[in-house]
């Protein structure tokens, strides 16, 4: 079965579900040029549209002033020497006023654009924001198995396509279409039919051609964007990767892999530049025998008499005049079919649906104690495999509840369900009575703070990161938190103070110090639970008592659930929970699950062992 199409994911849509990708795409776009309540996007569409109709009226009849000026030189060189003078100023008249409209043709098109230009970057700038704001709405579940890179790539083409595509539907085919008709009519009238007939046989055989062979090339530059977005994805990926490409001496393993996958680009790429070439020679050769044809024509009549020498220069004028929209037509073309993919793969995003979403009548959850209840919870990523099975658990206000557990044992999906990055698949999941199904996520979100194993920063100031923990924050409230997470002094000591760049993924800073940051964030967020995923297991020993004194505090007062690896850290928990193969296998204080030399007493007694052969080592 021969494909017919070739997406950016190696798919082979119909020539059907193109055209239907297609229309979308046009529907989707036509409301930014006559938007709902935007009196002022009207307007300059109005007066952008009054520009070009005068313009396009202004180009149709400059070549009427042309032919005047040379119909009026013709003869001076075998009139009378004052009639000659005549001539000459009447034909400088003429000429001066083939410049005026020239130049008028040129200034209403400029108009056009200059009217219009802020209609456009308008729809680029919203669309470029509802692109972006989506993304942020689509549930952890795609942003986990998304490629960063090649996303970026599809959004900045997509959002790029949008200004064309509208000047493309106002100011392209109809207006178009509108010149050729008007240029033909007169040459209907002021010639005969067969000049018109060679031009709309022309045009017809010119069309044809175009739009074939860019259907093919449209192909071609799909598969051209699809290399190009898998070579952007692993450049990304190995630069955010940098320190394991390091780690494993990966650098040329790394340039050839990129390379590999440029190369690829360079043949698409390659094809593409060839087959354009193709096209514009083939559009040259149609465009110029249509003209030859009538220029032949006009000549013929130039030496029988039933046509003038200005006559001759108008019809040359009107094929040029033809030749350049036309040309103009083979362009856009292209560039609507190369736009309607690149904002079809856009809009495909946008209209990917999020798997969690609030209902309608969803209310702010209220948080008055600070109970977090799992009620029978079963969860699985795979429904056919589940996480979670029948988990329960109540985390008391004001309480410390630790989660522990072998890998696998669902430890981590337990921070994602508060979160409510997942739903759960059935049994409940409340706070203070209240089903987290039933409340706004924004709400959700403001009631929890975390510090996850790995702090992820901003590339920004080391100000900017802590105060990210509340929108609005003062330089004293930003201090007072770092202050609480003991990193105050160590931020006072740098050159730049608060105003230190971290780097990327705060790169420039410890492990220790990230966390601190982290917890001086989360801090200053203030919320009443909170969620410790593993805070401290990647840090060294000495580090880990500091942060945990920190951690400790901060946790006054709060509900807290502390997921951990170490035991170590959760022995002052009020209740431990172990979890084994998604079910609860054991609960009560660190002394308590001792005594019962169960699986957490294994645990621990491992642990220690191991703590033991460190020390001694």
């Known amino acids: 079965m021969r494909r017919n199409r070739l997406s950016d994911h190696g798919d082979a849509p119909d020539a059907g579900q193109e055209r239907r990708s297609g229309w979308r795409t046009i529907r989707r776009v036509a409301p930014y040029l006559w938007p709902e309540g935007q009196a002022w996007v009207k307007r300059r569409v109005v007066w952008a549209l009054v520009a070009l109709f005068a313009s396009k009226l202004v180009a149709v009849s400059t070549p009427f002033f042309y032919k005047a000026a040379v119909d009026a030189l013709a003869p001076a060189q075998e009139a009378a020497d004052t009639a000659a003078w005549m001539l000459a100023i009447g034909a400088v008249g003429l000429t001066v006023a083939y410049g005026v409209a020239r130049l008028m043709g040129v200034g209403f098109a400029q108009a056009r654009d200059a009217i219009f230009a802020r209609v456009g970057q308008r729809a680029l700038r919203r669309l470029a924001l509802e692109t972006f704001s989506h993304m942020h709405q689509l549930s952890l579940s795609y942003h986990i198995t998304r490629k960063t890179g090649g996303l970026s790539r599809i959004i900045e083409r997509g959002v790029k396509g949008v200004d064309f595509l509208l000047r493309f539907m106002l100011f392209s085919i109809g207006p178009l279409i509108l010149e050729l008709m008007m240029i033909g009519v007169i040459l209907f009238v002021v010639f005969d039919i067969w000049y018109l007939a060679v031009v709309a046989g022309t045009i017809a055989v010119y069309i044809w051609f175009t739009f074939t062979v860019t259907e093919w090339r449209v192909r071609v530059r799909r598969e051209m964007n699809r290399q190009d977005t898998d070579a952007n994805q692993k450049a990304i990926d190995s630069l955010l990767n940098f320190e394991t490409v390091k780690y494993f001496g990966a650098e040329s393993r790394e340039a050839m892999r990129y390379d590999s996958a440029m190369e690829r680009y360079e043949t698409a790429a390659l094809k593409t530049a060839w087959s354009l070439s193709a096209l514009n020679f083939g559009q040259s050769a149609l465009i110029t025998s249509g003209l030859v044809a009538v220029m032949v024509m006009a000549a013929m009549g130039v030496q029988t008499g039933s046509l003038t020498v200005g006559d ?64 029978r919870v079963v969860f699985g990523y795979d429904p056919a495999r589940p996480v979670l099975k029948g988990i329960d658990l109540t985390v008391k206000p004001g309480t410390k509840v630790a989660i522990v557990g072998p890998s696998g044992s669902g430890k981590s999906t337990i921070g994602r369900l508060l979160f409510r990055f997942y739903d759960v698949n059935s049994g409940a999941l409340r706070i203070d009575g209240q089903d987290l199904r039933d409340v706004t996520q924004e ?83 203030n919320p009443p639970i909170l969620l410790l995923d593993e805070a401290t297991s990647a840090l060294d020993t000495e580090t880990e008592r500091d942060i945990q004194l920190s951690l400790h505090e901060m946790g006054a007062g709060r509900s807290v659930i502390t997921i951990a690896h170490r035991l170590s850290t959760v022995v002052d928990a009020d209740e431990i929970v172990v979890l084994e193969a998604g079910r609860v296998s054991e609960r009560g204080t660190h002394e308590a699950l001792l005594a019962r030399g169960g699986r957490y007493a294994a645990m621990w007694r491992r642990q220690q062992a191991e703590a033991e052969d460190e020390s001694a080592a």
Do not use: C
């Open 443 to 525: 709400s959700l979100h403001a009631a929890i703070g975390i510090v996850p194993q790995d702090t992820v920063l901003f590339n920004d100031t080391i100000g900017y990161n802590i105060a990210y923990g509340r929108e609005g924050a003062t330089r004293a409230q930003i201090e007072a938190a770092a202050r609480a997470a003991r990193i105050h002094d160590f931020i006072a000591g740098l050159p730049e103070g608060y105003d230190t760049q971290v780097g990327e993924r705060g790169l420039k800073l410890s492990g220790g110090e990230k966390q601190r940051v982290g917890i001086a964030r989360t801090l200053l967020k």
């Open 312 to 375: 001759f220069v108008m019809v040359n004028a009107y094929m040029i005049q033809i030749t350049m929209p036309l040309n103009f037509l083979g362009t856009v073309y292209r560039e609507i079919r190369q736009s309607l993919v690149d904002m079809g793969e856009m809009f495909d995003l946008l209209e990917r649906p999020a798997d969690v979403t609030d209902k309608p009548d969803a209310k702010p959850l209220e948080v008055t104690g600070g109970e977090i209840r799992f009620d």
